[in-house]
């Protein structure tokens, strides 16, 4: 039996994403799967704060202001 992420269940990067084909992809991918290998939880493993736009790559995605569709600064 594979384990999953432990952090799966609160995880904000889920927050990002509208279509729940990414959502199982990222799913499938890293929290069943590859879990140590996310830079999201590495960085919870460390007590560290992970930045809601933090893929599991390590790259971040450019969060915008849902009101004016801006890039935030």
């Known amino acids: 039996m594979r384990e999953d992420c432990p952090y799966i269940e609160g995880c904000t ?5 509208n279509y729940s084909h990414t959502r199982q992809v990222i799913v499938k991918v890293f929290c069943r799967a ?3 290998d996310c830079e999201r939880f590495k960085l919870r493993e ?8 933090l893929m599991p790559t390590g790259e ?10 801006e890039p935030k600064v």
């Open 13 to 17: 990067i889920f927050n990002e994403f």
């Open 34 to 36: 590859r879990y140590t």
């Open 46 to 53: 460390l007590g560290r704060e992970v930045p809601e736009n």
């Open 60 to 69: 971040k995605l450019a969060l915008y202001d849902k009101i004016s569709s």
